[in-house]
């Protein structure tokens, strides 16, 4: 199975302050289709989790264009330009590459400093 | 507009049996493959179980291997989860989520979700 590594796992951020969330696989998500199936959700606290990005880098309707994704192979960050207050929760990265199992990284708790 | 609503969630006794049920609006049902999630209380997410749209074949984490079986109704939009043997380890709340056709990206759809609580 293919273990997702996140960090950090907490991550304190200011309002209007950049955050980076660092997503790593124990093997390449490269498939060989050529796609890189790796996905970011967020989760609000007692709500269900939300597909911010798939495919690495491509953003799901109606997510604000602070969010971005990045990275190839086993290396990939979500970057927040300006976090703002509706952005607290929790991030994981999921592998959709090698499955079955679809794995998940532990998850990123983001909260106001 | 899309919405999976599960029911069926509740408490059990361990080594019980559970149904869960996920109504699938908003899209046509049949053409995509659909998962179960779940999520024990505090902790993180972690994928259960994968149909294919057709129903003709199926996969399971090895954490429900043999107690829990994925099945659906396409002239109902209907997903189903049946859990035996169940578990204290079990409990969470357990999420209906919409997959691919093969061509598009899954994963854009999760429903409210349900809570299961195996306890005595």
């Known amino acids: 199975d293919v273990v997702m590594t996140q960090s950090p796992l907490s991550l304190p951020v200011t309002l209007g302050q950049p955050a980076s969330i660092s997503c790593r696989s124990s093997?390449?998500?490269?498939?060989?289709?050529?796609?890189?199936?790796l996905n970011w959700f967020h989760q609000r606290p007692g709500q269900s989790p939300r597909r911010l990005i798939y495919?690495?880098?491509n953003r799901d309707s109606g997510v604000p264009d602070r969010f971005s994704g990045s990275g190839s192979g086993t290396d990939f960050t979500l970057k927040i330009s300006r976090v703002e207050a509706e952005d607290v929760g929790v991030y994981y990265c999921?592998?959709?590459?090698?499955?079955?199992?679809?794995?998940f990284g532990q998850g990123t708790k983001v909260e106001i400093k | 507009q899309v919405h999976l609503v599960e029911s069926g969630g509740g408490v059990v006794q361990p080594g019980g049996s559970l149904t869960l049920s996920c109504a699938a609006s908003?899209?046509?049902?049949?053409?995509?493959?659909m998962h179960w999630f779940r999520q024990a209380p505090g902790k993180g997410l972690e994928w259960v179980a994968f149909?294919?749209?057709?129903?003709?074949?199926?996969f399971y984490a090895d954490s429900v291997k043999g107690r829990f079986t994925i099945s659906r109704d396409n002239s109902r939009n209907t997903l189903w989860l049946q859990m035996n043997s169940l578990k204290p380890e079990d409990t969470a709340v357990y999420y209906c989520?919409?997959?691919?056709?093969?061509?598009?990206?899954?994963?854009?759809?999760w429903g409210q979700g349900i809570l299961v609580t195996v306890s005595s």
């Open positions: 989520v919409k997959g691919s056709t093969g061509t598009t990206d899954p994963f854009d759809y």
């Open positions: 908003g899209f046509t049902f049949g053409r995509y493959g």
């Open positions: 149909i294919w749209s057709l129903g003709d074949g199926h």
């Open positions: 093997q390449s998500l490269v498939h060989s289709d050529g796609n890189t199936y």
């Open positions: 495919k690495v880098s």
């Open positions: 999921m592998q959709g590459t090698h499955w079955p199992p679809w794995t």
